[in-house]
């Protein structure tokens, strides 16, 4: 398997626009995370689905976030309409069951100007 | 879930053992403690996790002591490759148990 792939490695878009961001996880894990990182915040836990169900979303800093996941091999986090704030690298990480280890991708480094 | 505890920062010496500890006193009886490394401009992987016994695997041993109260992670013989971030996390063992990320232990092995 190929590991968790993520879509795209880098993204510069202009403020107030939306930006997509696609996981795809390893086949067979049952349960999905979005993680966003930054100097100051760390990493920080946006939004986890178990089974493509939404179970925690606390982590996901406002409206202006959604996650998605519409099958068992694809997710998007979508940020509408994208702030300054909101550069970071986000991750999406994948594991097989809820006591086994998560894999995570490479990332995803946005930027917005 | 519970907190963990780790130093900001440790240094190792090349091909010697790093001991890198943390503290988790308000562990529960269904929480694993999980280890990660982010070395940088990577994704965090994964390293060892374990409930209640010890547990070695080809990157590293992780010592649980016998309250669970605290857990020491162990790389036999450090390489500068070894270099990153290592985080100490303990997840609740439900459905999906999500991982919380602290500040982690900047580990840096120098030659």
């Known amino acids: 398997d190929a590991g968790v792939i993520q879509s795209p490695r880098h993204e510069v878009t202009e403020m107030g626009q939306e930006v997509t961001l696609r996981c795809k996880p390893i086949s067979g894990h049952n349960s999905l995370f979005w993680y966003r990182q930054t100097m100051m915040r760390g990493l920080e836990l946006l939004i986890y689905?178990?089974?493509?169900?939404?179970?925690?979303d606390s982590g996901m800093p406002e409206d202006r976030f959604s996650a998605k996941m519409p099958n068992a091999s694809f997710s998007t986090l979508k940020i509408q309409p994208s702030e300054p704030r909101d550069s970071a690298v986000y991750f999406c990480?994948?594991?097989?069951?809820?006591?086994?280890?998560?894999?995570f991708g490479q990332g995803t480094r946005l930027t917005v100007v | 879930d519970a907190k963990t505890t780790q130093p900001t920062s440790m240094d190792c010496a090349e091909g010697r053992a790093a001991n890198l500890p943390c503290n988790h006193s308000t562990i529960s009886g269904n929480e694993y403690v999980y280890w990660y490394r982010q070395i940088h401009s990577q994704g965090p992987q994964y390293i060892i996790h374990g409930l209640k016994n010890n547990e070695t695997n080809e990157m590293a041993s992780l010592i649980i002591t016998e309250d669970r109260k605290s857990s020491t992670l162990i790389l036999p013989h450090a390489t500068l490759r070894d270099t990153a971030v290592y985080y100490c996390i303990v997840r609740v063992g439900n459905q999906g148990g999500k991982l919380i990320f602290g500040q982690g232990t900047e580990l840096s092995v120098k030659p």
């Open positions: 990480a994948s594991s097989l069951d809820w006591n086994t280890e998560a894999f």
């Open positions: 689905f178990n089974n493509n169900v939404p179970i925690d």
